[in-house]
């Protein structure tokens, strides 16, 4: 009787739709934070290097070692992972000083979980609620106005610590995240005032000067 081919022996076709299956059920596990610590730009692309074996499975620092165990039974016994486990860090929220943003929208751009609100030219704020601790938005900010600060009792890492991949509660937040995730990619591009010439260098450049006004004579 003829063997069943192994993965590599599937027609291109077949191995594509096994291993977006295998993509979808590693993704179910992710903490859906999209943070990029485990080097691929989100939860999605990571399953799917995963479910490709081309990335070990224990990359996600804010899963831990629940999720590389849940990860490896799921692909199988046989691949087991390599290297240390990443080390998260402590839980953190991101806050904007507000007096020194020019509402550029950069930060909205680059929060993949759509944590900063703020209209074009106005200032932003950061909904603490909903803000994983990734960081992504602080080096977008043109005025460096965006800090990151130890989680409070009220975050959404604080709400989500001690079993991300596990609970019930933890797998009911992972699966808000992953729509908030999804609708922002589906929205269209806002309209970027920096880009469009509505905010100039000189505003830029004005801001930043005034935060390093203040922060000089903070040290006064
Ligand atoms: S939560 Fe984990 S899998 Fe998702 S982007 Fe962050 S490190 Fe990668
Ligand atoms: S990137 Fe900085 S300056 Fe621009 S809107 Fe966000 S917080 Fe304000
Ligand atoms: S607000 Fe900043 S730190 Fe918080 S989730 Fe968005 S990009 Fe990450």
Known sequence: ???????????????????????????????QLQCGRCGYPGCRPYAQAVAGATAALNLCAPGGAATAQQLRDIVGGSEEPTGELPISGPAQVAAIDERDCVGCIKCIEACPVDAIIGSRGQMHT?????????????????????????????????RLSGGLANRPQAAALAEQLRQRHQAKKRRPPLRNPVREGELSAAELAAAAMRKARRRAGAKK
């Open 126 to 158: 950061v909904i603490t609620e909903w803000c994983t601790g990734c960081g992504l938005c602080v080096q977008p900010c043109p005025t460096d106005c965006i800090s990151m600060h130890p989680a409070g009792s009220d975050s959404l890492m604080a």
């Open 1 to 31: 009787m003829p063997r069943k081919p192994g993965r590599s022996e599937q027609p291109a076709g077949q191995q594509a739709h096994h291993e977006r299956l295998l993509a979808d059920r590693i993704d179910a596990v992710l903490p």
